[in-house]
């Protein structure tokens, strides 16, 4: 069933075209790359996506219903954290429920039942410095899950990562994955990462963004995946179609 | 030690350089190397204190109404201006340049102003108060909300957020530290501006009260008043760094914000 759907989204900057004609779906339950260069219009197809800049054309679906333009439908999740040091991360994480003008002990109670699942269990009380990047990561999650409606933009949240902690944090959002109903659009440029996370991904070629290949990841994803010729068969179409092989 | 006791070791430098102030001072007097009439020894002047108390503390109760009544508006009105500064753009550019000015002014060319048009009542001191401590907080808020970081405003408007929304959850948290550093300032201002008013008309309060100790050349009651007005500020300063304390509590946790 397509959740998310984006329609020949065109935008430009002055004279600058940052996207033309990109049109992309999302189905319930995928995880769904979006790969290309740096500068390539990948955040700016999200804040279109998420309604904070509107398109110069084209327009976003939400579960059929046009979103274009209006914030706060799709949950978004940026680079960096963004938690903020003075809340408390249960205030944190509970703040798009609090904006929708639940009270905090509401919001609080609506949290609370994710801090295990999420591997946060235990920090309500503490304050983000208090975190590890790791964790930070974890409550940013779960701050953009409760604040979505079953579907969520993440923008290259594990970048910031090093890459022991990156690793363990994929086969923790693997397996949370599975425990939540969440639609994910990923935004990476990590190639690796792509064939890891996602079931679909999309190439976004750059100077003007426009969809350039689209590669199903439709093999299973056992223990050992990273290390398998199929792995290697996945990375080889997509560096083909990014043009970078 | 260092390690052990860090808050006793902390207040050791500044304790020894006020022992040495008060060491200097005191044998400048005894070697009568400055003659007494002009500067009384500490001893003199911690008698002038016992002994007129009462006094002090009668006319530091109207000074410190006077700071209070000032500090307040002055607060209610910082916030008004700085917000509305914030919001439009026009207002920032307009009004900043006039604050720098009104801060190249000196106070005490204002004060006898403000008592040819209000009078020797308290409006004229609770006016300067207000004049004295209104830059330093404006330009802590105004500093604190643009300092920012723009992706939390626009994480606040991915999820929906509005202006006033991203003003409270954002703007205003993020301008505590600044806006507790102004008023800081601010409340030590605040006497010094309720005394320098007084001293030009007034019945009552310590900038009063110096004037008159000043023509009786009682200087050892002078250096009383002064030292006792010093000790004001630094209590409203402390009573200040209490309250932020207890608004930031996120700090205690060495979270910068």
Redo the contacts between chains.
């Keep these: 069933m397509e959740i998310l759907k984006a329609e020949q989204i065109s935008k430009r900057f002055g004279d600058k075209e940052v996207l033309q004609n990109v049109s992309l779906t999302l189905n319930a339950g995928e995880i769904v790359g979006v790969l290309g260069v740096s500068g390539g219009g990948k955040t700016t197809l999200f804040n279109v996506l998420?309604?904070?800049c509107a398109p110069d054309g084209g327009r976003v679906l939400l579960r059929g219903e046009d979103v274009t333009g209006k914030?706060?439908?799709v949950?978004?999740m940026?680079q960096?954290d963004?938690l903020?040091?003075?809340?408390r991360v249960v205030d944190n994480v509970c703040?798009?429920l609090?904006?929708?003008g639940m009270s905090r002990r509401e919001a609080r109670a609506a949290a609370e039942p994710y801090f295990e699942p999420f591997g946060l269990a235990g920090t309500q009380t503490l304050?983000?410095?208090?975190l590890s990047g790791g964790m930070r990561q974890r409550a940013a999650f779960l701050r953009t899950y409760l604040?979505s409606d079953g579907v969520a933009l993440l923008d290259e949240p594990f970048s910031a990562l090093d890459a022991i902690t990156k690793r363990t944090m994929h086969k923790w959002y693997l397996g949370v994955m599975r425990t939540i109903e969440l639609s994910v659009l990923l935004i990476t440029h990590d190639v690796d990462e792509a064939i890891l996370l996602c079931d679909r991904v999309y190439i976004l070629s750059g100077k003007p963004g426009e969809i350039r290949a689209q590669i199903r990841i439709d093999k299973e994803k056992t223990e050992d995946f990273a290390l398998s010729t199929d792995f290697l068969d996945y990375k080889r179409q997509i560096l083909a179609a990014m043009h970078l092989d | 030690m260092t390690k052990r006791f860090p808050s006793i070791t902390n207040k050791l430098a500044p304790a020894a350089a006020v022992a040495a102030v008060l060491a200097i001072w005191f044998l400048c007097c005894e070697g009568e190397i400055v003659p007494a009439y002009m500067l009384p020894s500490p001893a003199d002047v911690f008698r002038a204190f016992v002994r007129n108390i009462g006094d002090l503390l009668r006319q530091a109760a109207v000074t410190l109404q006077e700071a209070m009544y000032g500090l307040l508006i002055g607060i209610a009105l910082t916030f008004a201006v700085a917000v509305l500064m914030d919001r439009f753009r026009f207002l920032y550019k307009a009004l900043y340049p006039l604050l720098v000015v009104t801060q190249t002014i000196p106070t005490i060319a204002i004060a006898p102003l403000l008592v040819l048009w209000m009078g020797f009542g308290m409006a004229p001191k609770i006016t300067l108060v207000v004049i004295t401590t209104f830059f330093p907080i404006t330009v802590g808020l105004l500093s604190g909300f643009g300092c920012v970081?723009p992706?939390?405003i626009?994480?606040?408007?991915?999820?929906?957020?509005g202006r006033m929304?991203i003003f409270r959850?954002?703007k205003l948290?993020?301008a505590?530290p600044d806006f507790f550093a102004g008023l800081r300032i601010s409340a030590s201002y605040a006497v010094v501006g309720a005394v320098v008013s007084e001293w030009l008309g007034g019945f009552e309060g310590l900038g009063v009260y110096m004037t008159r100790v000043k023509k009786a050349y009682a200087y050892d009651r002078m250096f009383a008043v002064i030292l006792f007005i010093s000790a004001i500020s630094l209590l409203l300063m402390g009573a200040v760094a209490l309250m932020e304390k207890a608004a930031?509590p996120?700090k205690q946790?060495?979270?910068?914000?």
Excluded: E, N
């Excluded at chain 2, 946790?253 to 914000?257: D, E, L, P």
């Design positions: 998420s309604g904070v914030p706060g439908k949950s978004y940026l960096k963004l903020f040091p003075y809340r703040l798009p609090t904006l929708r304050y983000p410095a208090q604040a | 970081d992706d939390c626009h994480l606040m408007r991915t999820m929906g957020a929304q959850f954002v948290p993020c505590a930031m996120w946790k060495g979270v910068s914000s």
